[in-house]
């Protein structure tokens, strides 16, 4: 069973004293189950359907409209009264998310013209394509926090192995790579993604991989300097001394210290990868149009002044996510304080 450190236990007791960044860990955590749980939450299918004493789930597999005794070779739109008359024709019932729209379906039934205001069946509004805004937004939210959770991830790994290099072997290799990360830095990366536009149609691995060659910048410096502070220790010079490779010596005795002063960073990452993110979909230079983000959320309030409901969705969508993920950097950053 994996046990904590004297150290690290102290470090865990000093961040779930700082209640504000302890209580924004659980609620991010919450918020990112809610978001992954989606399609549980937020579809246009049903969960389970009851049709002639036998269990459908549509959620999970594709049936056509003849299974439920239609003539059509096609997925039924189970919203539609045709359908609904099937089923119920056999005893049958239908059991749905609590936001019966996913984030591309329509509301074929609107009272007035979309974008339309919050009301009983569109909690939230709709958008200029009479698609649910809190359909949107709940995907939109799950999309930039796994694209931020991923890029971050690979962006640690490139950062601390490149810091790691250079701090410890110092001399001609750190020389040269803080000249290739000075000019790596220099270029504009909007600029990058706006000409490689035009040659690749844009998608979430994609934005990742040219994301994730700028975004690991940001804590080389900081791994860099713990490695050459680290490599000089008494402990280490006798663990050296001891016979321990370099791959040794970094992985087991200078790395661990190393993260500490990493891990303070990772939120401020995540929050600048969710906000590029979300700025390149407002530009038409992130997802795929008509991916559920929210960037495009924000240029659908641009585009639509009178419908106060799609900026103020976007706004505290981003801000609840933005606000927590800076608490819990402000928390890890007092529990790894070597002052405190």
């Given at each position: 069973?994996?046990?904590?450190?004297?150290?690290?236990?102290?470090?865990?007791?000093?961040?779930?004293?700082?209640?504000?960044?302890?209580?924004?860990?659980?609620?991010?955590?919450?918020?990112?189950?809610?978001?992954?749980?989606?399609?549980?939450?937020?579809?246009?299918?049903?969960l389970m359907v009851s049709y002639q004493g036998r269990m459908y789930y549509p959620i999970v597999h594709e049936y056509q409209e003849t299974d439920f005794g239609g003539e059509l070779p096609f997925e039924p739109d189970y919203g539609s009264q045709y359908v609904r008359d099937l089923i119920a024709s056999k005893?049958?019932?239908?059991?749905?998310?609590?936001?019966?729209?996913?984030?591309?379906?329509?509301?074929?039934?609107?009272?007035?013209?979309?974008?339309?205001?919050?009301?009983?069946?569109?909690?939230?509004?709709?958008?200029?394509?009479?698609?649910?805004?809190?359909?949107?937004?709940?995907?939109?939210?799950?999309?930039?926090?796994?694209?931020?959770?991923?890029?971050?991830?690979?962006?640690?790994?490139?950062?601390?192995?490149?810091?790691?290099?250079?701090?410890?072997?110092?001399?001609?290799?750190?020389?040269?790579?803080?000249?290739?990360?000075?000019?790596?830095?220099?270029?504009?990366?909007?600029?990058?993604?706006?000409?490689?536009?035009?040659?690749?149609?844009?998608?979430?691995?994609?934005?990742?991989?040219?994301?994730?060659?700028?975004?690991?910048?940001?804590?080389?410096?900081?791994?860099?300097?713990?490695?050459?502070?680290?490599?000089?220790?008494?402990?280490?010079?006798?663990?050296?001394?001891?016979?321990?490779?370099?791959?040794?010596?970094?992985?087991?005795?200078?790395?661990?210290?190393?993260?500490?002063?990493?891990?303070?960073?990772?939120?401020?990452?995540?929050?600048?990868?969710?906000?590029?993110?979300?700025?390149?979909?407002?530009?038409?230079?992130?997802?795929?149009?008509?991916?559920?983000?929210?960037?495009?959320?924000?240029?659908?309030?641009?585009?639509?002044?009178?419908?106060?409901?799609?900026?103020?969705?976007?706004?505290?969508?981003?801000?609840?996510?933005?606000?927590?993920?800076?608490?819990?950097?402000?928390?890890?950053?007092?529990?790894?304080?070597?002052?405190?």
């Open positions: 069973m994996f046990q904590l450190s004297p150290l690290g236990r102290r470090r865990l007791v000093a961040f779930r004293a700082n209640r504000r960044g302890w209580l924004s860990l659980w609620l991010f955590v919450a918020l990112l189950v809610v978001c992954l749980c989606a399609e549980l939450l937020a579809n246009d299918k049903p005893q049958g019932w239908m059991l749905f998310p609590p936001i019966r729209f996913g984030p591309e379906s329509m509301n074929w039934d609107l009272t007035a013209p979309s974008p339309s205001p919050p009301s009983a069946q569109n909690w939230l509004g709709t958008d200029a394509q009479a698609r649910d805004v809190l359909a949107r937004a709940l995907y939109g939210a799950r999309v930039s926090i796994l694209f931020a959770l991923l890029l971050t991830l690979v962006s640690t790994l490139i950062g601390v192995f490149a810091g790691a290099i250079q701090g410890y072997y110092g001399g001609l290799v750190d020389l040269l790579g803080q000249r290739l990360q000075e000019i790596w830095s220099g270029l504009p990366v909007l600029y990058l993604l706006i000409i490689l536009s035009g040659f690749v149609a844009p998608s979430f691995w994609w934005l990742l991989g040219i994301m994730a060659l700028f975004s690991w910048l940001a804590l080389v410096d900081v791994v860099r300097a713990e490695f050459l502070r680290g490599r000089n220790l008494e402990y280490v010079k006798a663990a050296r001394a001891l016979g321990l490779t370099d791959g040794e010596l970094m992985r087991r005795h200078i790395l661990p210290n190393a993260m500490t002063s990493t891990l303070t960073y990772l939120p401020f990452i995540l929050t600048g990868a969710i906000s590029t993110l979300t700025a390149l979909d407002f530009l038409g230079f992130g997802m795929p149009a008509g991916t559920a983000s929210l960037g495009e959320l924000i240029g659908e309030a641009k585009q639509n002044l009178q419908a106060p409901w799609l900026g103020f969705t976007a706004f505290f969508a981003l801000a609840l996510i933005l606000s927590l993920l800076v608490f819990i950097g402000e928390g890890c950053r007092d529990a790894f304080d070597p002052r405190s």
